[in-house]
């Protein structure tokens, strides 16, 4: 039986040489064998796809901003702060009353986004036949794929 004052023996571990250059180069190899390099050339995007995508993440879009832009008024106008913005207005401009409405400015919001929208759809679509000519001029964009096969390593 063990004294209580003595630590508990650890026993010694078995020797273990470090690894060989034969073997890490071994190891190396069977890693680097599970990736393989594919060279591809970006040559051409087709614009009704850019149209379509384009459409899709300028409607998403607008229709994200505009409804934070209806929660930020409501929350706004409920807090009051909507009310102190006009009587500071009011106050500093030496205006009678002076009021904000709010249908006004999301009259205007509303046809703002859809023109920015609709302007960004063009652009997207504009940029993509260009980058088409100059690809056809200049052989395209050159991309190193690296695809992992997911094989359990060689043993």
Request: glycine fraction near 6%.
């Amino acid at each position: 039986m063990p004294d209580a004052s003595t630590p508990p023996q650890i026993p010694p571990r078995p020797h273990v040489p470090p690894p060989t250059a034969p073997a890490r180069s071994s190891w190396l190899s069977r890693r680097r064998a599970r990736v393989r390099r594919t060279h591809r050339i970006l040559r051409h995007i087709d614009p009704w796809s850019v149209f379509k995508v384009s459409v899709l993440l300028y409607a998403c879009s607008y229709v994200a901003v505009l409804g934070a832009g209806v929660l930020l008024w409501n929350a706004a106008q409920r807090s009051g702060l909507v009310d102190n913005v006009e009587s500071f207005i009011s106050e500093v401009g030496s205006y009678e009353s002076w009021s904000i409405d709010g249908m006004v400015i999301f009259r205007r919001a509303r046809i703002i986004g859809l023109v920015v929208a609709t302007v960004g759809v063009a652009v997207n679509v504009v940029l993509t036949i260009m980058f088409n000519l100059i690809s056809d001029l200049t052989g395209g964009i050159r991309l190193t794929v690296l695809a992992d096969d997911h094989r359990p390593p060689a043993r």
